[in-house]
């Protein structure tokens, strides 16, 4: 049985085929676009199956109390209340 990331590799294929035939450039970059769709479907699905195959990653640990924490919640909250004036 194949997986599905194989599919979305086909799939991927198969629209690099049509851009190269079309003859339009709207079509040859709809195609284009579709191709790199399948191929993000493919890396995601192909991730799905590695960890299929060895086990769930161990989940990470939860953060400790009194941890830096880069970009505080407030201080964010500061820059999107009051926008620096456009130049």
Not at 37 to 47: D, E, G, L, Q
Not at 53 to 77: C, D, F, I, M, Q
Request: aromatic residues 10%; charged residues 30%.
């Amino acid at each position: 049985m194949r997986s599905k990331s194989d599919h979305a590799w086909r799939m991927a294929a198969q629209c690099a085929r049509l851009a190269q035939e079309a003859d339009l450039k709207d079509e040859r970059e709809f195609y284009v676009r579709m191709r790199d769709s399948w191929i993000t479907v493919a890396n995601r699905y192909a991730f799905l199956d590695f960890v299929d195959e060895h086990g769930t990653p161990t989940p990470l640990s939860p953060p400790r109390a009194g941890r830096y924490v880069p970009y505080p919640v407030s201080r964010t909250l500061e820059r999107r209340r009051s926008p620096a004036p456009r130049r």
